[in-house]
């Protein structure tokens, strides 16, 4: 009998601690896959955000390292410079990337860094209470910010992809999302890439995951997979934003 499917060697048996419909799951999964299939399992280091995703560690099936609030990048650097021969990524939510760790992430492709980028947007602080992230769609409410976000007060949101496409050392910056399995191939393409252009020395690449938080948004996770759709697509569109001409 073929084997259609089986776990990951890339995750660990640990069960995780993640609410019910969260698709940092998911994320994991394929972080897991692209590492296992790429062959680099023991030749790899993750750097883990604070968020959610804290105890990524756990979870995905190689050396990890806990970094402080938005500092992954940085720490991403120093572990790369030393050891060059190894595959080095971070996993981040929007939450320690796109605020706090704004400097970090982009001094680190604006140097060049040959690491690899794991964004997981969710639109919310997830971890502390559903407070309002730098990512929170305007109207959209939150625990700081009852009534929703308002643009004249909290400025749009802030499209992290579109402003990393920008910085001269990023050479790959693409968008994809977990709300459906279509979308779900489509992002293990794009981590796939990402990983591969490390491998080959190419340069800073950030892959964009649009996920969902189900408590943090006080919805079902069905309806929270609708709302990603109907919701965050529409503002922060998927594809590639920049792209390496292929060798």
């Known amino acids: 009998m073929s084997i259609i499917f089986k776990k990951t060697a890339g995750l660990t048996d640990s069960d995780t601690h993640y609410c019910p419909g969260c698709t940092h799951g998911i994320a994991h999964r394929l972080v897991g896959e692209a590492l296992e299939e790429l062959g680099v399992l023991g030749d790899t280091i993750g750097c883990a955000s604070v968020g959610c995703s804290i105890f990524s560690y756990n979870y995905l099936n190689v050396d990890m390292i806990e970094c402080s609030h938005g500092r992954a990048p940085a720490v991403a650097t120093g572990i790369k410079r030393t050891v060059p021969d190894k595959t080095v990524f971070t996993y981040q939510g929007d939450g320690d990337l796109a605020a706090i760790g704004t400097a970090e992430i982009v001094h680190a492709a604006h140097r060049g860094e040959q690491i690899t980028v794991i964004f997981i947007n969710n639109a919310i602080y997830g971890m502390t209470g559903g407070q309002m992230a730098p990512t929170t769609l305007s109207g959209q409410k939150a625990t700081t910010a009852p009534t929703g976000r308002k643009a004249e007060i909290a400025g749009m949101p802030l499209k992290i992809s579109e402003m990393m496409a920008q910085v001269p050392g990023a050479i790959y910056v693409e968008r994809v999302s977990l709300h459906h399995p279509k979308h779900i191939r489509r992002a293990k393409k794009a981590i796939l890439r990402g990983f591969t252009y490390q ?13 969902t938080c189900p408590t943090g948004w006080g919805l079902e996770p069905v309806a929270a997979l609708e709302w990603l759709e109907n919701n965050m697509i529409p503002y922060y569109p998927l594809g590639a934003l920049k792209a390496p001409e292929e060798v």
């Open 199 to 211: 491998l080959q020395n190419r340069g800073f690449s950030m892959v964009e995951l649009l996920s």
